[in-house]
C-alpha cells in the first residue's frame, strides 16, 4: 500500500468528494472551513448568540462546520497513525528551523499571531483555501478568483521576505 | 457567569450544533461528520497539510498544493456545471465584498505563509501531533473572538458593500457551457504544467522503508526536490 498518494489522484479524489457535497445525496451544499472557528470560540468563550449579530448569522453554517471539522480532525488522526506513519509530537517544523530558527518561542509566537492574521482574513473575505478557493472557484465564483489572486500574490511574497531563503544555500 | 453556569453553557450549545445540523436538511449529522473525514483523510494521505508543502509553496521551493488545487477546482467546475444542469445540486457563491476579499486575502496570505497551514488543514496537522499548530489554533479561536466582539463596529464596514454573487456561468449566458469548459480545462491544463518541485521532510519520512519514501521515487521522476533535516 502506497504511503502517500500522489497529487493528481489526491485532486480527482478531491473533486469527487467536493461534488458528492454539492449534491443532493450529499449535503446540498459547499465545504468550508472557516466559520466553525468563531462558532467554536463563541462557544469556548460562554458569548451568548443573542448578544452577538455575527453569531447569529453563523449559527447554521457555522454548526455544519463545526460537525464536519470534528471529522477532519478524526480522519487525519486515522490516516497519519495507519497510514502515512506521520503522527509524532512536534513542535518546530523542519523547514522552519532550516529556513528560519531553531527557536521555540519564536515559532510559537509567530504561530499564535499567524492563526489570529488567517482567522480575521477568512472571516473579512468570507471563506478561506477551503470555502473560496476549493468550493468557491469550482463554481465559477468572481468573489473567489479575486480572494484568490490575492492570496496567491501575498503568500508569495510574503514568503520571499519572511524566510531566510539565500542564507542557507 | 459561574463555573457551573459555563459548563451548562458549554454543553447545550455543543447539543444546539448538533441539532441544528441535523434539522437544516443539509445531510445528517454522520454524513457531515463523514464528509469532514474523507476531507481529513484526503488532504492527510497527499500530505499537504504539512508545513514544508504551504509554506514550502510561499518560499518557491514546493508547488505540489497548487497543481493538487488546480487539478481539483478544474475538474469539479465542469462536473458540477452538469451536476447542477441534471438538477442535482445548485450554486452557492459567495458575495464579492470587495474590500472584504481583498483586505481579507492580504491578511490571510500573509496568515497562512506563516503558519503554513490554513483552518482546514490546521486541524489535520492537530490531529498528527503538531503542538505548534495548537498554539496557533488558539490564536486563531482568540480571532474568531475579536472578529465577533467588534463584528458590528470594525469588521462589517471594513467588509464594505457587496455587488453581488456573480458567477462566470451567470455572465456568459448562452456560451456558458463553453466557457466553463474554458475555465476547467485551462486550470487542469495549469495544474499539469506546474513544474513539480518538492520540498520533503526528514522527519516525516524516517518511519517509511527505503521504497516506501516519496524522495526516492522522485529521484526518478523530477529533479527539483530538497529535503530537509
Known amino acids: 500500500m502506497t504511503r502517500r498518494l500522489p497529487w493528481w489522484l489526491g485532486g480527482i479524489l478531491m473533486a469527487l468528494l467536493l461534488l458528492f457535497s454539492f449534491s443532493v445525496f450529499g449535503a446540498d451544499r459547499p465545504i468550508g472551513a472557516s466559520t466553525y472557528i468563531p462558532y467554536y470560540a463563541g462557544i469556548i468563550f460562554g458569548m ?5 449579530t455575527y453569531l447569529q448569522e453563523i449559527e447554521k453554517a457555522g454548526a455544519w462546520e463545526g460537525v464536519m ?42 504561530s499564535f499571531f499567524s492563526g489570529f492574521l488567517l482567522i480575521i482574513g477568512a472571516r473579512l473575505a ?10 468557491g472557484m469550482s463554481q465559477t465564483a468572481f468573489s473567489s478568483m479575486i480572494f484568490g489572486g490575492v492570496v496567491l500574490v501575498t503568500l508569495l511574497v510574503t514568503g520571499r521576505y519572511f524566510y531566510n531563503l539565500e542564507d542557507s544555500k | ?23 437544516e436538511g443539509h445531510g445528517s449529522f454522520w454524513l457531515v461528520f463523514i464528509i469532514g473525514i474523507l476531507f ?32 481539483a477546482i478544474g475538474l469539479t467546475s465542469i462536473a458540477l456545471y452538469f451536476e447542477i444542469k441534471m438538477g442535482y445540486a445548485s450554486y452557492h457563491p459567495k458575495p ?45 479561536l482568540f480571532g ?32 456558458a457551457t463553453l466557457a466553463v469548459f ?10 499539469i504544467f506546474i513544474p513539480r518541485m518538492e520540498l520533503f521532510d526528514e522527519a516525516d519520512l524516517s518511519m517509511l522503508d527505503n521504497n516506501e519514501r516519496p524522495d526516492t521515487m522522485a529521484l526518478q521522476e523530477h529533479e527539483k526536490f530538497e529535503v530537509v533535516k
Open chain 1, 48 to 52: 451568548d448568540p443573542k448578544d452577538y
Open chain 1, 69 to 110: 471539522l470534528f471529522g477532519v480532525f478524526v480522519g487525519g488522526f486515522i490516516t497519519s497513525v495507519f497510514i502515512t506513519k506521520t503522527f509524532r509530537f512536534s513542535i518546530v517544523p523542519t523547514a522552519w528551523k532550516v529556513y528560519k530558527n531553531n527557536s521555540i518561542i519564536s515559532r510559537l509566537s509567530w
Open chain 1, 126 to 135: 468570507g471563506g478561506c483555501t477551503s470555502g473560496h478557493f476549493l468550493s
Open chain 2, 1 to 23: 457567569m459561574s463555573s457551573d453556569e459555563y459548563f451548562d453553557f458549554v454543553v447545550s450549545r455543543t447539543e444546539d450544533m448538533y441539532n441544528i445540523v441535523q434539522a
Open chain 2, 40 to 71: 481529513g483523510a484526503i488532504i492527510q494521505y497527499t500530505r499537504v497539510d504539512k508545513f514544508e508543502k504551504i509554506a514550502g509553496f510561499a518560499m518557491g521551493k514546493d508547488t505540489i498544493i497548487p497543481k493538487m488545487l488546480f487539478l
Open chain 2, 96 to 140: 464579492m465584498i470587495l474590500s472584504g476579499l481583498i483586505i481579507g486575502g492580504i491578511i490571510f496570505g500573509i496568515g497562512m505563509a506563516i503558519m503554513g497551514k490554513c483552518p482546514g488543514t490546521g486541524p489535520i496537522s492537530i490531529a498528527e501531533g503538531r503542538i505548534d499548530v495548537v498554539v496557533g489554533a488558539i490564536g486563531g
Open chain 2, 144 to 175: 474568531g473572538f475579536i472578529f465577533t466582539k467588534y463584528y458590528d463596529v470594525i469588521f462589517k464596514p471594513l467588509m464594505g458593500e457587496s455587488y453581488g454573487k456573480t458567477t462566470l456561468v451567470d455572465v456568459s449566458g448562452d456560451h
Open chain 2, 182 to 191: 474554458v475555465f476547467g480545462i485551462a486550470l487542469v491544463l495549469i495544474a
